[in-house]
C-alpha cells in the first residue's frame, strides 16, 4: 500500500483506546500534557469560531480532590449494591491514575454567539457537544501517543459534583462540565476490541 500525507495520523486515530489500568505516574513531563491541552483547545474548530472550549488540567491533590467530590456525591445514591461496590472501585482507580483532564465548554460564549445570530442558536447546545467531543478528541490521542493511557469519564451527569468542582478549583459559574479524561501510565495494555465491519457503515455512492 502507498504512503500519504495522512498515514500517521490516522495510525493514532487507529491505536487510540481506552485503559482503566493506570498508574500515578507519567511518561512525559507535566509541561508536555499541559502543552498538548493548550494546542487541542487553541486549534479544535468550533461553530462561528465561539471558542467556547474550557480545559483544566488536574494533577496531585487537585486530581484526587475531584474524585473525592465525584465519590462524596456518588456514595449517597440509591442504586443497587453491587453497582454502587463496582463504581465506587471505578472511582478509587481513576483517584489512583495521574491526573485528569476537566472539559468545559464555557455556556456565556454560547449566549453570546446565540443572541447575535438567531439561526445557529437552537442548535447550540448540540454544536457545543461535538466541538468539545473534537477536544476531548484531540488530546485522548495525542496522550496515548505520548505513552499515557486514558479513560473518559462524565462524572458531570451529577449537577452537584459540577458545582463542587467550580467551587474548589475557582472556576466561573458558566462553564459547564462535559467530560473528564482521566490518565496515567498505563500498567497492563488495553482489553480486546471488537470491530464492526466497515462496508455496513460506511457506504459510498457515485
Ligand atoms: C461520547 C463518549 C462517551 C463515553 N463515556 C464513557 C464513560 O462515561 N465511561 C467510560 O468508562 N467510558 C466512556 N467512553 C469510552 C467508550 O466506552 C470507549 O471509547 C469504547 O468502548 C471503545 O473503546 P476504545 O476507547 O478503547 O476504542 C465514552 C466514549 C465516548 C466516545
Redesign the pocket.
Known amino acids: 500500500m502507498s504512503t500519504s500525507a495522512s498515514d500517521n495520523f490516522l495510525k493514532l486515530v487507529e491505536v487510540?483506546?481506552?485503559?482503566?489500568t493506570l498508574s500515578a505516574s507519567s511518561p512525559i513531563p507535566d509541561s508536555k500534557i499541559v502543552e498538548i491541552v493548550q494546542t487541542a483547545v487553541k486549534y479544535a474548530p468550533s461553530t462561528y469560531n465561539v471558542q467556547s472550549a474550557r480545559a483544566v488540567v488536574l494533577f496531585r491533590a487537585e486530581h484526587q480532590q475531584f474524585w473525592d467530590i465525584s465519590a462524596k456525591h456518588f456514595s449517597p445514591l440509591p442504586i443497587a449494591e453491587g453497582a454502587k461496590a463496582y463504581m465506587t472501585a471505578r472511582i478509587a482507580a481513576f483517584r489512583a491514575s495521574y491526573g485528569t483532564v476537566l472539559f468545559f465548554e464555557d455556556q456565556a460564549a454560547l449566549d453570546a454567539l446565540g443572541a447575535k445570530n438567531a439561526m445557529v442558536q437552537p442548535l447550540l447546545a448540540e454544536f457545543s457537544d461535538h466541538s468539545s467531543?473534537m477536544n476531548q478528541f484531540i488530546v485522548w490521542t495525542a496522550f496515548n501517543a505520548e505513552g499515557l493511557g486514558c479513560?473518559?469519564?462524565?462524572f458531570n451527569f451529577l449537577p452537584a459534583i459540577t458545582a463542587d468542582a467550580i467551587s474548589a478549583f475557582g472556576l466561573p459559574e458558566t462553564w459547564k462540565l462535559k467530560?473528564q479524561l482521566v490518565f496515567g501510565a498505563p500498567t497492563a495494555p488495553?482489553?480486546e476490541?471488537k470491530l464492526e465491519p466497515i462496508e455496513t457503515r460506511v457506504i459510498v455512492k457515485g
Open positions: 487510540r483506546r481506552s485503559n482503566y467531543g479513560n473518559l469519564q462524565h467530560a488495553p482489553l476490541k
